[in-house]
């Protein structure tokens, strides 16, 4: 079985930087994406890489200031988020898919296999 831990995120004054991690134990996992979901919101896609050859996509409110990356050795995801908005208050996700599979809509959280616990990113105005 596959387990995610995230860790990084916290408070942070706009403006700023936060980083997130994700690591899988357990088994390799394959693609991984990252998602949030602020309180009476719909979860929301923020970015995911390919496991094979590190292809990136965003979601709209992520492009130009986060960036997904992955060390497929330490079967660990990244997330660096930069300058930080208020609206970027969330609980943020990482997913992964099982190995063998890969999702076809990475944006599709749906399409994962795994989640992880889950953190809390609050940015203050």
């Known amino acids: 079985q596959v387990q995610l831990v995230q860790s990084g995120g916290g408070l942070v004054q706009a403006g700023g930087s936060l980083s997130l991690s994700c690591a899988a134990s357990?088994?390799?996992?394959?693609?991984m994406g990252w998602f949030r979901q602020a309180p009476g919101k719909e979860r929301e896609f923020v970015a995911a890489?390919?496991?094979?050859?590190?292809?990136?996509w965003y979601g709209d409110s992520a492009k130009g200031r986060f960036t997904v990356a992955r060390d497929t050795a330490k079967n660990t995801g990244y997330l660096q988020m930069n300058q930080l908005k208020p609206e970027d208050t969330a609980v943020y996700y990482c997913v992964a898919a099982a190995l063998g599979w890969s999702p076809g809509d990475l944006s599709s959280s749906s399409e994962y296999n795994y989640w992880g616990q889950g953190t809390q990113v609050t940015v203050s105005s």
């Open positions: 890489i390919r496991w094979s050859g590190g292809g990136t």
């Open positions: 357990g088994r390799t996992v394959n693609d």
